[in-house]
């Protein structure tokens, strides 16, 4: 059984204006899963519900957005739950201690008017109840010397430190409890190169002393190349490829991914790229059949009028797409019922 | 003699921070001196981590900030001494900026295309509705665009990709000369990156524009730069051809920086950890080379003297390493370091 297992999942922002209905697909069926100690990058175009995606893995779901069907199903240490079915109060006691978030843009997450000191005693004091002040100080240093971050570091306030160390001090509070598995927005951007080199170092070094599971969301290519293990591509609301890291970078298989991997520039190579054509799809309003297809340059009949299923094309590669294989994905009818009701 | 587009000399800015006894300087731009040529179009990139001074220098040649010593003259005209609102409409119609954040620079309740028709009228360009309406397809046309695509649209219905592009349109229905553009794809998908940065090669091949490409995207610059100026802490500390540069970097800045861009290759992987600047103020003040702290190959000097810009293997190098007065303090004081 792996750590985390997704199974048809839909969540959709749906608003209500003038009478009329719009839904924002921004998460679509998907169906993925995660093993133990295993770092997983999600790629793909901002708008195309990654970060909506992270967020119904951690059941931070807030209206208009609403998840209609399917389970995320968590095990480990023996424990098994599905996440979206849990009470508050047992789901206040699995978030940030065993399922953490390194929020998007955490360079403005943390509190400006209190010192970093305060926001970590109130994590640390809202999971581990009986244990002493000492003890609270003693965690917190520990961990902030582990992470080779200066302890004046939590007597600052936030606006005292530069981007680079805030979004470092806010990996350290999103690990300080040795989460099981952390999800990470878009850690990295914003960033410029030698600061975006120093918090990938930090992450691998958590990822090797904690043995926790990541899955890391960023647009930036070559970061994933240089953290995840396995990557997953996500266009449009769904996942159209997944494949170990290296596969993915020499032998892309869905017309999207292939896109994505020959726009790369690199240093030492002037030959010119071209980017998919055409923009990205509404996800109010996404084309019939495959998401790609108003771009795809292979686009056949059947593209036009069904949506592929994620199968597995060879071991730990799987693909959606007509090109590779007939079958057609199943669902769709019954997310449009509940829609209707 | 070619005549030059822009010549920035010697341009220093200091801000002060704080009150005006207590506060203390902070010295953003630091005696930077480069020029352009006018008969030969180029893309010019200035690359720097957040906060070397890449935005404000750009601020000062786009006239929106006043150096404090130093001048900037664009095709002789000293910029800041531009008074008259038909010298300033002039200048302002040949140097255009291109901004960062492509959905914060339109209103979002305004339609995207008022802007283009706004721009077209406040430089006396055109007078008839029509006219405008020929300018605009024009530079829609030169960035893959159509009129009928943004006309009656909100910032909102359009992509990334569609604004950005618009926004570069906007700045070219003036025909400028020189492009000044200001992180301009930082937000924009990796994508619709590669579309934006063939845009300007095209503009520079094909309409003689020069660009002025401020980044801290290491591999969007080599692959469509000519020239490359690598700043930090508001100095330029390597500038040059740009292979030159960025294939056998000089500078022990230059090297970590390059060192640091993750490159989209499964194998090459970071294997050794690097220092991270603690404090930029402290930084910002420091006497001798603003590198010292992290510099792999520090030495005495570099604490105390800052040092002088010498050229290098075809490119300009500001470091203690290369320059011919350490060397010959190195003879004539040995065994003090």
């Avoid at chain 1, 994505?260 to 019939?288: E, H, M, V, Y």
């Amino acid at each position: 059984m792996s750590l985390l297992e997704v199974e048809n999942l839909s969540a959709y922002y749906i608003t209500h204006a003038y009478g009329v209905q719009r839904d924002v697909r921004a998460v679509d069926n998907i169906t993925f899963s995660m093993e133990e100690n295993e770092i997983v990058g999600l790629a793909g175009e901002s708008g195309c519900g990654k970060s909506t995606l992270i967020k119904v893995l951690l059941a931070i779901i807030k209206p208009p957005l609403r998840v209609l069907s399917g389970q995320v199903n968590y095990s480990y240490d023996g424990k098994k739950f599905n996440l979206l079915t849990l009470e508050r109060e047992q789901l206040r006691k699995v978030q940030w201690e065993d399922i953490s978030y390194i929020p998007q843009g955490s360079m403005s997450t943390l509190n400006p008017v209190r010192k970093i000191r305060k926001t970590f005693e109130d994590v640390i004091k809202a999971h581990k109840k009986s244990e002493s002040r000492e003890e609270y100080e003693r965690l917190m240093e520990e961990h902030i010397k582990y992470l080779g971050l200066p302890l004046e570091v939590l007597d600052s306030y936030p606006h005292q430190l530069s981007g680079g160390m805030r979004q470092r001090t806010t990996i350290a509070l999103a690990t300080i409890l040795k989460p099981k598995i952390i999800f990470a927005d878009e850690p990295t951007t914003a960033l410029d190169v030698v600061v975006q080199r120093g918090v990938i170092q930090m992450l691998k070094q958590l990822h090797e002393e904690q043995k926790n599971t990541m899955l890391i969301v960023t647009h930036d290519m070559a970061v994933h190349a240089n953290v995840a293990e396995k990557i997953a591509i996500m266009y449009a609301g769904k996942i159209v490829e997944i494949a170990e890291k290296k596969e993915l970078f020499t032998a892309p298989k869905h017309p999207y991914s292939q896109f994505l991997i020959q726009s790369l520039p690199r240093i030492g190579d002037k030959r010119r790229r071209t980017s998919a054509p055409g923009n990205p799809p509404s996800l109010a309003d996404p084309p019939p059949g495959c998401r790609f297809h108003p771009r795809c340059p292979y686009v056949k009949d059947v593209c036009k009028r069904h949506i592929p299923k994620l199968i597995e094309y060879e071991e730990s590669h799987n693909i959606a797409c007509f090109l590779y294989s007939s079958e057609i994905e199943e669902g769709e009818e019954i997310v449009q019922e509940i829609i209707r009701s | 003699m070619s005549r030059k587009l822009l010549e920035v000399k010697s341009v220093v800015k200091i801000f002060h921070i704080g009150g005006r006894f207590l506060g203390t300087k902070l010295k953003a731009v630091n005696n930077v001196s480069f020029d352009i040529d006018s008969e030969k179009p180029e893309i010019l990139t200035f690359a720097g981590e957040t906060g070397s001074g890449k935005t404000t220098l750009a601020r000062m040649i786009l006239g929106l900030e006043q150096p404090t010593s130093g001048e900037i003259t664009y095709k002789g005209k000293n910029v800041s001494h531009i008074q008259k609102r038909e010298e300033l409409l002039e200048y302002m119609k040949e140097v255009q900026p291109i901004f960062q954040n492509p959905f914060e620079t339109f209103n979002p309740l305004r339609k995207v295309d008022s802007y283009l028709f706004e721009t077209a009228g406040n430089y006396n360009l055109a007078k008839t509705k029509g006219e405008k309406a020929k300018l605009v397809e024009e530079a829609l046309k030169s960035v893959g665009l159509t009129l009928n695509e943004v006309q009656g649209r909100y910032p909102n219905e359009l992509s990334g990709g569609q604004l950005q592009r618009t926004s570069v349109a906007r700045a070219l229905i003036t025909r400028p000369s020189l492009l000044i553009a200001d992180e301009p794809v930082s937000m924009v998908d990796a994508s619709l990156r590669m579309s934006i940065v063939n845009l300007f090669s095209d503009l520079k091949e094909e309409y003689n524009v020069t660009v002025l490409y401020i980044t801290h995207d290491l591999a969007t610059a080599y692959y469509i730069s000519d020239r490359i100026a690598i700043m930090l802490r508001g100095d330029v500390v390597e500038f040059g051809n740009i292979d030159k540069v960025m294939l056998s970097p000089l500078h022990p800045y230059t090297q970590i920086l390059l060192k640091s861009v993750p490159q989209p290759d499964p194998e090459g992987t970071w294997k050794e950890d690097i220092k991270l600047s603690s404090l930029e103020v402290k930084e910002f003040s420091r006497l001798g080379c603003k590198f010292y702290e992290r510099c792999p190959s520090a030495m005495k000097i570099c604490e105390e003297v800052e040092p002088l810009s010498v050229f290098r293997d075809g490119r300009e190098v500001k470091c203690h390493l290369y320059s011919e007065e350490f060397k010959k303090e190195e003879e004539t004081l040995p065994g003090s370091f």
